[in-house]
């Protein structure tokens, strides 16, 4: 990460927490706050479960990718949507302007985070018939691949768990 630069990016599973400890995060850091799922859903006007529907998973892939690469973003706290890391263009683009944060979960607690499957939007590469757990092998090298730093976030509160991603940037960009 460049000096100049001051933006975190959070990448993830489907429930790790990006943009709920996001918001936190950046309260703490003294960050502003971008959820890239909205800004998704604010240049198409539809919500993401419609793109997909609509698109499909390489159509909404597609459509994320062109967003994320677009974004210029300063002093940002940025929650990234769990299929950011389907992207090699765009994560290469995010990883250029801010430190990618892996917020690290279990498949247990993902599983126990998610509880609104239909309307989250979740990105199933292998179609509907794709298990929650064949995405989670799927993702989990991706989010390490992409990573400059992995904080594991399990069995934490929101706010604890936006204290230990603040302690672990204090700590990596020293």
């Known amino acids: 990460m460049s000096d100049s630069n001051s933006n975190v990016i959070l990448i993830g599973m489907p429930g790790a927490g990006k943009s709920t400890l996001g918001i936190v995060l950046a309260k703490i850091i003294n960050k502003k706050f971008e959820d890239a799922d909205l800004v998704i859903q604010n240049q198409t006007d539809k919500t993401l479960q419609k793109i997909i529907d609509a698109m499909g998973p390489e159509g909404f892939i597609h459509v994320e990718n062109a967003v994320?690469?677009?974004?210029?973003?300063?002093?940002t706290v940025l929650a990234t949507g769990g299929s950011a890391v389907y992207s090699d263009e765009a994560m290469q683009h995010l990883s250029s302007i801010g430190t990618v944060v892996y917020l690290e979960v279990s498949y247990e607690s993902m599983m126990s985070r998610l509880t609104d499957l239909?309307?989250?939007g979740v990105v199933l590469k292998g179609g509907?018939?794709?298990?929650?757990?064949?995405?989670?092998?799927e993702r989990r090298p991706l989010y390490e691949k992409?990573?400059?730093?992995?904080v594991n976030v399990d069995d934490l509160s929101i706010t604890a768990a936006a204290r230990k991603v603040a302690s672990a940037l204090e700590h990596y960009q020293k």
Do not use: V
């Open 128 to 137: 509907i018939s794709m298990s929650m757990h064949d995405l989670y092998e």
């Open 118 to 120: 239909q309307e989250r």
């Open 68 to 75: 994320l690469c677009d974004m210029k973003l300063d002093d």
């Open 146 to 150: 992409y990573a400059d730093l992995t």
